[in-house]
């Protein structure tokens, strides 16, 4: 694993919150991701999990230490340069599926795409479909995202966070609204997504099996880091 | 329906799925627009309408001789050693304007004149029985006063050719015939205060709409005003001109000063008094009409900002997944702009129906059709203005939704 492609790192990632009181929500945080691994981020809830994902996502800037994506430095980049990161090397995936209720599923798939402008319009479309057919929704492409169960949605926004084949996928409980079925299902994409095409996935999760089945698991504790292997009693 | 553009795209959803937003919004700028539209065409109306009224009677430029005060003092000099103290009063010099002819012909070739005529003005009794009015004829070729009075044009009885060729004939304004009693073809005793009295016969009568110059004022020959006042063919009070450019009237008779020792006054001097009130009542309709657009507008802004609260999670989404602050606002202001677009359109339409409803009302003489202008200027303007409008009230909430923190979103 060490010798791969580092695809993702943090160097010292520290971060306060002022509201009500000061207190270090993340503390000298510094980890590697490789290309193609599974990464589950676990710890007790309010562990400081989610926070460090949204400084990973680009979103949140407002912290210290150094984040590097791809070997290029992130931290410090301008908010435009950073929305076009996230468009071109990132994906998103969280506990809500976030999908816009007006458009069809196909096209909330297409979105990033379609920002992204690298593909014809055709293509993109034939893409998006390719992708809700890899999640088991050729069925549902062109019905509204409203119109899907809670699962079907979830698999979308999964959808949506690969059009663009992004190197890293970042995900933030993406299987805690989900039933046993459906998280199996996610499981079963994101270890494909890893072994297939070489992406990477951090996901925070609270299960236990899910973490358990991953490629490696890194373990917070008020806000820093415990354990980088899998250690589960 | 396939669109290129990404933004364009999600703009053009929200408006369709949100059609009563859209409608509600939109129906503000079209009442907006058009009282926006009504407002300035009555206003223009109004304007153009005084202005016709101001040019029944006033050239663009009037040459005359101004009326001197006396000096109040005469400063002590080496030939006079005491100064003379003296009341300031009128001097009492003739109004006779010297060469006219080579002024005129000097007007004439200058480019940015189009009519140039002289007058005599008389001071004059018009009698009938023991009934006097006083007023001013105008001793001027009658067809050269019509090509730029239009006179033929609110003659009420009578013909202007009659007095062209009659030296004894009289065209009297529409109050003289009434307080005296008169009627076409009746005569009618004029003086003057030089003693002169005439009788002359009435070959016309005209309503300009302007009581006061209706009872004063009426056109006789030229060489009959001669004689009222004892002068020869070459005497001449006034001389009117005007220009291409009405509004340039004031540079182009300054131009003329440089020309004449004579007083050269543009209309707009001659009328500063209507000119102020027209000012005054443009502005008002303008800030009026702007207030209610701005109103309207206000429309747009509360929608906007509504849709804004309700679609964090989508512009979340959108910010999370590679769209820039620039494309959320590019979104929400094409939503803004299509909105008022489809407003400006329906309101024009409906301004326009407005317009030629009041158009067609027959408000009788003099004014005939109610005063309404309106041009392709005051439409573009309207629009425009609307856009312009919508843009900011679109603006303002787009730049919030572009301020959306996804993080602050994704928490909750
Ligand atoms: N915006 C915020 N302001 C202040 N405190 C916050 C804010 N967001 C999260 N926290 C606090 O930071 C800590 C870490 O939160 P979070 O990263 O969401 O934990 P986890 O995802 O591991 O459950 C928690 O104690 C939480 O209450
Ligand atoms: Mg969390």
Request: proline share 3%; glycine share 6%; hydrophobic share 40%.
């Given at each position: 694993?060490?010798?791969?492609?580092?695809?993702?790192?943090?160097?010292?990632?520290?971060?306060?919150?002022?509201?009500?009181?000061?207190?270090?929500?993340?503390?000298?945080?510094?980890?590697?991701?490789?290309?193609?691994?599974?990464?589950?981020?676990?710890?007790?809830?309010?562990?400081?999990?989610?926070?460090?994902?949204?400084?990973?996502?680009?979103?949140?800037?407002?912290?210290?230490?150094?984040?590097?994506?791809?070997?290029?430095?992130?931290?410090?980049?301008?908010?435009?340069?950073?929305?076009?990161?996230?468009?071109?090397?990132?994906?998103?995936?969280?506990?809500?599926?976030?999908?816009?209720?007006?458009?069809?599923?196909?096209?909330?798939?297409?979105?990033?795409?379609?920002?992204?402008?690298?593909?014809?319009?055709?293509?993109?479309?034939?893409?998006?479909?390719?992708?809700?057919?890899?999640?088991?929704?050729?069925?549902?492409?062109?019905?509204?995202?409203?119109?899907?169960?809670?699962?079907?949605?979830?698999?979308?926004?999964?959808?949506?966070?690969?059009?663009?084949?992004?190197?890293?996928?970042?995900?933030?409980?993406?299987?805690?609204?989900?039933?046993?079925?459906?998280?199996?299902?996610?499981?079963?994409?994101?270890?494909?997504?890893?072994?297939?095409?070489?992406?990477?996935?951090?996901?925070?999760?609270?299960?236990?099996?899910?973490?358990?089945?991953?490629?490696?698991?890194?373990?917070?504790?008020?806000?820093?880091?415990?354990?980088?292997?899998?250690?589960?009693? | 329906?396939?669109?290129?553009?990404?933004?364009?795209?999600?703009?053009?959803?929200?408006?369709?799925?949100?059609?009563?937003?859209?409608?509600?919004?939109?129906?503000?700028?079209?009442?907006?627009?058009?009282?926006?539209?009504?407002?300035?065409?009555?206003?223009?109306?109004?304007?153009?309408?005084?202005?016709?009224?101001?040019?029944?009677?006033?050239?663009?430029?009037?040459?005359?001789?101004?009326?001197?005060?006396?000096?109040?003092?005469?400063?002590?000099?080496?030939?006079?050693?005491?100064?003379?103290?003296?009341?300031?009063?009128?001097?009492?010099?003739?109004?006779?304007?010297?060469?006219?002819?080579?002024?005129?012909?000097?007007?004439?070739?200058?480019?940015?004149?189009?009519?140039?005529?002289?007058?005599?003005?008389?001071?004059?009794?018009?009698?009938?029985?023991?009934?006097?009015?006083?007023?001013?004829?105008?001793?001027?070729?009658?067809?050269?006063?019509?090509?730029?009075?239009?006179?033929?044009?609110?003659?009420?009885?009578?013909?202007?050719?009659?007095?062209?060729?009659?030296?004894?004939?009289?065209?009297?304004?529409?109050?003289?015939?009434?307080?005296?009693?008169?009627?076409?073809?009746?005569?009618?005793?004029?003086?003057?205060?030089?003693?002169?009295?005439?009788?002359?016969?009435?070959?016309?009568?005209?309503?300009?709409?302007?009581?006061?110059?209706?009872?004063?004022?009426?056109?006789?020959?030229?060489?009959?005003?001669?004689?009222?006042?004892?002068?020869d063919i070459a005497y001449v009070t006034t001389i009117l001109a005007n220009t291409?450019?009405?509004?340039?009237?004031?540079?182009?008779?300054?131009?003329?000063?440089?020309?004449?020792?004579?007083?050269?006054?543009?209309?707009?001097?001659?009328?500063?008094?209507?000119?102020?009130?027209?000012?005054?009542?443009?502005?008002?309709?303008?800030?009026?009409?702007?207030?209610?657009?701005?109103?309207?507008?206000?429309?747009?802004?509360?929608?906007?900002?509504?849709?804004?609260?309700?679609?964090?999670?989508?512009?979340?989404?959108?910010?999370?997944?590679?769209?820039?602050?620039?494309?959320?606002?590019?979104?929400?202001?094409?939503?803004?702009?299509?909105?008022?677009?489809?407003?400006?359109?329906?309101?024009?339409?409906?301004?326009?129906?407005?317009?030629?409803?009041?158009?067609?009302?027959?408000?009788?003489?003099?004014?005939?059709?109610?005063?309404?202008?309106?041009?392709?200027?005051?439409?573009?303007?309207?629009?425009?203005?609307?856009?312009?409008?919508?843009?900011?009230?679109?603006?303002?909430?787009?730049?919030?939704?572009?301020?959306?923190?996804?993080?602050?979103?994704?928490?909750?």
């Amino acid at each position: 694993m060490e010798n791969r492609k580092i695809v993702l790192q943090t160097e010292g990632i520290g971060k306060y919150f002022h509201d009500p009181v000061t207190f270090k929500v993340l503390d000298d945080v510094s980890f590697k991701a490789y290309s193609g691994e599974f990464l589950t981020l676990v710890g007790k809830s309010g562990s400081g999990k989610s926070t460090l994902l949204y400084c990973l996502s680009t979103m949140d800037t407002n912290y210290e230490g150094n984040l590097f994506i791809n070997e290029e430095k992130i931290t410090g980049q301008k908010a435009d340069d950073l929305a076009m990161i996230r468009n071109k090397s990132i994906g998103f995936v969280f506990q809500f599926h976030y999908l816009l209720p007006e458009f069809s599923c196909l096209k909330n798939v297409m979105l990033p795409a379609l920002k992204r402008k690298q593909y014809s319009m055709e293509e993109v479309e034939h893409r998006a479909f390719e992708k809700l057919k890899l999640l088991g929704l050729e069925d549902q492409a062109l019905k509204p995202a409203s119109k899907l169960s809670g699962g079907q949605q979830q698999r979308v926004s999964i959808a949506r966070a690969i059009i663009n084949d992004p190197d890293i996928i970042l995900c933030d409980e993406p299987t805690g609204n989900l039933d046993s079925k459906n998280t199996e299902l996610v499981f079963d994409t994101f270890y494909r997504i890893t072994r297939d095409s070489g992406q990477t996935i951090i996901a925070v999760t609270h299960d236990l099996d899910f973490a358990k089945a991953s490629d490696r698991t890194i373990e917070l504790a008020d806000g820093k880091i415990v354990s980088h292997h899998k250690s589960f009693n | 329906m396939k669109i290129k553009n990404v933004n364009l795209d999600i703009a053009l959803t929200h408006i369709i799925t949100r059609k009563r937003q859209t409608i509600v919004a939109a129906l503000g700028v079209t009442i907006g627009i058009a009282i926006y539209l009504f407002m300035n065409s009555l206003s223009s109306g109004f304007t153009m309408y005084s202005r016709n009224e101001i040019f029944k009677n006033n050239a663009h430029i009037k040459i005359y001789k101004e009326d001197k005060t006396s000096t109040p003092l005469s400063y002590t000099t080496a030939n006079e050693p005491l100064p003379i103290l003296v009341n300031p009063q009128l001097l009492s010099e003739s109004k006779k304007i010297i060469n006219p002819n080579r002024l005129i012909e000097q007007l004439k070739e200058e480019s940015s004149i189009t009519h140039v005529f002289a007058q005599v003005n008389v001071d004059v009794f018009y009698n009938n029985g023991k009934t006097q009015l006083k007023g001013t004829a105008n001793g001027v070729h009658i067809l050269e006063a019509d090509s730029m009075f239009d006179i033929a044009s609110y003659m009420i009885a009578g013909d202007l050719n009659d007095l062209a060729e009659n030296k004894n004939a009289i065209i009297i304004g529409k109050g003289i015939a009434e307080n005296l009693n008169l009627r076409l073809n009746d005569n009618i005793t004029v003086s003057s205060s030089f003693g002169v009295v005439k009788l002359l016969k009435i070959k016309g009568i005209f309503s300009t709409g302007n009581s006061f110059t209706d009872k004063a004022k009426s056109y006789i020959q030229q060489s009959t005003a001669q004689q009222f006042v004892k002068e020869d063919i070459a005497y001449v009070t006034t001389i009117l001109a005007n220009t291409k450019n009405q509004e340039a009237s004031p540079q182009i008779a300054e131009k003329i000063q440089a020309l004449t020792p004579y007083t050269v006054e543009p209309w707009q001097v001659t009328n500063a008094d209507v000119l102020s009130g027209d000012l005054v009542r443009g502005t008002m309709m303008r800030a009026i009409s702007l207030s209610i657009l701005i109103v309207a507008a206000f429309g747009i802004y509360n929608i906007l900002n509504m849709t804004v609260m309700q679609k964090l999670n989508d512009i979340s989404i959108l910010k999370a997944t590679g769209f820039s602050g620039r494309d959320v606002i590019t979104i929400f202001v094409t939503e803004a702009l299509i909105m008022g677009a489809i407003g400006c359109l329906i309101g024009i339409g409906l301004g326009t129906l407005l317009i030629l409803a009041l158009a067609n009302v027959y408000m009788g003489p003099p004014v005939g059709y109610f005063p309404i202008y309106f041009d392709a200027s005051i439409f573009m303007k309207s629009f425009i203005i609307g856009m312009l409008v919508t843009f900011f009230a679109g603006f303002i909430p787009a730049l919030k939704a572009s301020r959306v923190d996804p993080v602050e979103i994704f928490r909750k």
